[in-house]
């Protein structure tokens, strides 16, 4: 991965960003802490808090990591995310086989942008906008841009995703988009961190983590989804309950903060809109201290599925949009 580095800063909240693959390797907040005292009684004096930096997002720490794109962390995820069914996907008649040719491998995880520099377009303290062109493969052969703005904020701490794909060619292009951050799980690991996931439905899926097919890819599950005690979660959750067009997942840390994690106005339906949880069992860096939360357009192998079909067809001149959120409390500001 390219050196280059685009720095963003609210407040004395931070934001690292890779030029390569527009990838967010850094986000730190700042907060005030109140130490606890060892026996605490009703007539203790109020203690004094402390600034302290909490790292938000467990991004790749040196360029080492970042070449190797284990876990692609916090990877901006188009024109498509996650897995294709064996790397083949058949669009408007005519099938089209990736060879294991991406970076993704035999099963063409995670599109095709993780490791292309963006241009930066334009930028101030707290915000930029990047573009890329989606290169074009015989497998994905689409004129198809992907234009990315970052916005940061400490009041309150936010980091936010504006992704926008334009189809330039002159025909229709099959098109997702998604966004992979991984949480640091503050004061402790992913088995004493819950997460809640506002969903109905689980996909289900084979050894491969591709989903089954027809309606034996979901399963009804009680909401709203909560997950803890666990650190063997790779699950897609579906039909999302908005409020006011809006779904969050909710991760709750064992230090008593939180981290929210929204996908804003998304097309909402089985199979559509899905944050995907990934607790990291497979990370070759800091296993088990992070948890990967993903706002989703689509559920895996969208490109096969025909319950994506409408969403990820994109005419010619059209966008496809993901807008997306991460949101931090410390635990004073949950009190």
């Known amino acids: 991965m390219s050196q280059e580095i685009w720095t963003l800063k609210a407040g004395n909240d931070s934001v690292s960003i890779a030029k390569i693959g527009a990838t967010v390797l850094d986000w730190q907040v700042e907060d005030l802490f109140e130490e606890p005292a060892e026996d605490p009684t009703p007539l203790d004096e109020p203690r004094e808090l402390e600034k302290r930096t909490v790292r938000v997002i467990d991004g790749y720490r040196d360029p080492a990591e970042a070449r190797e794109l284990d876990g692609f962390r916090s990877a ?4 498509w995310s996650n897995r294709i069914r064996g790397g083949k996907y058949t669009f408007q008649g005519q099938e089209y086989d990736f060879q294991g040719k991406t970076i993704g491998g035999p099963l063409a995880l995670h599109g095709l942008v993780t490791d292309q520099p963006f241009e930066l377009i334009e930028s101030g303290e707290d915000f930029l906008r990047a573009k890329v062109q989606v290169p074009k493969l015989d497998a994905y052969p689409f004129e198809v841009e992907v234009e990315i703005t970052y916005r940061l904020s400490s009041d309150p701490h936010r980091l936010s995703l504006d992704l926008v794909a334009r189809n330039n060619g002159e025909g229709d292009a099959p098109i997702t988009l ?3 951050p991984y949480l640091v799980c503050q004061g402790g690991n992913v088995e004493n961190t819950r997460v809640t996931v506002p969903a109905q439905i689980r ?6 983590l591709i989903p089954l097919p027809g309606i034996n890819g979901f399963s009804s599950q009680t909401y709203p989804v909560t997950l803890v005690n666990r650190n063997d979660i790779d699950w897609g959750l579906t039909s999302l309950v908005e409020d006011e067009g809006v779904a ?8 008593g903060s939180q981290t929210a994690v929204s996908i804003i106005g998304a097309r909402q339906g089985l199979g559509l ?21 993903e706002p989703l357009l689509a559920m895996t192998d969208a490109f096969n599925r025909s319950e994506c079909e409408d969403l990820i067809t994109v005419p010619a001149g059209g966008i496809q949009e993901l807008h997306a959120a991460l949101e931090h409390r410390s635990p004073r500001q949950l009190a």
């Open 76 to 79: 901006v995820l188009a024109p």
């Open 178 to 180: 998604g966004w992979h």
């Open 203 to 208: 996909v289900q899926t084979d050894k491969d």
């Open 248 to 255: 969050t997942a909710v991760v709750d840390h064992a230090d």
């Open 273 to 293: 809109a899905t944050l995907h949880v990934y607790t990291g069992q497979d990370l070759a860096y800091r296993r088990g201290l992070s948890v990967a939360v």
